[in-house]
């Protein structure tokens, strides 16, 4: 299984009135991880947008271990969890800078026509897509 690793600047403007990084902003360090964790199979979500199709979440899990504080180096670590074909499960960690999880979580997705919101098979749609995504998962990229 292949990780990409991202690092995130804490900004003072995610902090929350206890001074802890606000737990809906580690959904956009999530979103950040799986738009690298994509590029670095060479693909991209503009090229995908491109056709008409946008890829929606439809679940979302996330565990807190400890607190972020702003001024923390932290990195969002993000792997494909699941795959079916269809619906892509990915995996995150959002570590401190010694490696220690601080959250951990999943967001499921499925690809869609912008226009109806019915789903597509990504193997189908997008056959690079499915090939890296397989490739990924057993550690071949």
Known sequence: MNIVR???????????????VY????LVWFE??????IESLGL?????????????????????????????DVYVETWIEEYDGLRTTYGYNI????GEVAVSGTTKHVIVKKDTF???SLRRSFP??????????????
Do not use: C
């Open 6 to 20: 991202t690092p995130i600047e804490v900004r003072y403007q995610e902090t929350d009135q206890m001074g802890v």
């Open 23 to 26: 737990h809906a902003n580690y």
């Open 32 to 37: 950040i991880g799986r738009t690298k964790y």
């Open 44 to 72: 991209s979500y503009a090229k995908i947008e491109e056709e008409n199709v946008v890829s929606p979440v439809i679940d979302a899990q996330l565990s807190f271990k400890k607190p972020v504080k702003y001024g923390e």
């Open 95 to 98: 570590t401190d800078a010694n």
């Open 118 to 120: 019915r789903p597509l």
């Open 128 to 141: 690079e897509w499915h090939q890296a995504y397989i490739e990924s998962m057993k550690g071949e990229l």
